[in-house]
C-alpha cells in the first residue's frame, strides 16, 4: 500500500472508512466548491468512481486521503487526472475538508507530496494546475511549490452565475528536481 509521508500530513489510499465523510464534504457546495461547479454524485455513485479510478487515468475521484501525522485524522483529500485528450500530462487537485486545518501548510505539503510522487512513479515531464484566478489559498499554493502560470482561460469556468477566468499552472520534472532535489 502506497503511503507518502510528509512532516505534518501523509497521503495514504482512500479506505471505506473514509467514504462517508468525503462524500459528505462532496455535499457542501460552499466546502469542495466555492471555486468550482458544484456537481454532487450520490453515495453510490461516489463509491463507484472512487473504487473504479485505478482503471480511469481520466477520473477526477479523490486518489489519495490526507491524513494529520499527529492525529491520523482524515483532513482532505487529492488527485490527479489525464487533463487533455492528446497531450501528455497530468492535473492535479486537492481538497482540505477539515476547514479548521486550513492555513496550516497542509495543503501545500500535501500537493508536493503528490508531485513529487507522480515524478517518481510516471513517464510524464509536467505537472499542471488548473486554478480559479480568484481563488487566492490555491494560486498561492501551487506558486509557492513553483508551479508557474503558463497562460489563462478566460470565461473557461461557470460557477455561481458567472463565467470565470482560470489560471493554467505547470512544473516540469527539471524545474521540480531543481527545486526539491530529494526526489
Ligand atoms: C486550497 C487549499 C487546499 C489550501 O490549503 P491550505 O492548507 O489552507 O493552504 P496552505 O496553508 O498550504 O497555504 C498555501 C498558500 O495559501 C495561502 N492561504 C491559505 N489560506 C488562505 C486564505 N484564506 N486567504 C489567502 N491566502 C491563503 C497561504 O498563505 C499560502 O501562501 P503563501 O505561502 O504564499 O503565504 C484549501 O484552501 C482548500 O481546500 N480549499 C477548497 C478547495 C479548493 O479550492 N481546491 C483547489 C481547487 S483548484
Known amino acids: 500500500m502506497t503511503e507518502i509521508e510528509g512532516a505534518a500530513v501523509r497521503l495514504r489510499p482512500l479506505a471505506p472508512k473514509d467514504y462517508p465523510a468525503v ?7 460552499e466546502l469542495v466548491a466555492p471555486y468550482d461547479r458544484f456537481a454532487p454524485d450520490s453515495f453510490d455513485d461516489f463509491v463507484r468512481s472512487v473504487e473504479g479510478a485505478g ?4 477520473s477526477l475521484a479523490p486518489r489519495f ?3 494529520e501525522r499527529s492525529t491520523g485524522a482524515l483532513v482532505g483529500v487529492v ?3 489525464i487533463a487533455h485528450p492528446v497531450l501528455e500530462y497530468l492535473d492535479v487537485w486537492y ?17 508536493g507530496l503528490l508531485v513529487g510522487h507522480l515524478f517518481a512513479t510516471r513517464a510524464i515531464e509536467r505537472v499542471g494546475a488548473s486554478v480559479d484566478v ?9 506558486a509557492g511549490l513553483g508551479f508557474r502560470v503558463e497562460g ?8 455561481h452565475g458567472r ?8 512544473v516540469t520534472r527539471s524545474d521540480w528536481a531543481q527545486s526539491h532535489p530529494a526526489i
Open 163 to 170: 463565467w470565470h477566468d482560470v489560471n493554467l499552472y505547470g
Open 55 to 58: 482503471d480511469d487515468p481520466t
Open 23 to 29: 462524500h459528505a464534504w462532496y455535499e457542501d457546495p
Open 134 to 142: 480568484e481563488n487566492t489559498p490555491s494560486n498561492r499554493l501551487v
Open 95 to 111: 481538497l482540505l475538508g477539515n476547514r479548521a486545518v486550513r492555513g496550516k501548510g497542509y495543503g501545500r505539503e500535501a500537493v
Open 65 to 67: 486521503a490526507i491524513e
Open 152 to 159: 489563462t482561460l478566460r470565461s473557461a469556468l461557470y460557477h
Open 79 to 81: 488527485g490527479h487526472y
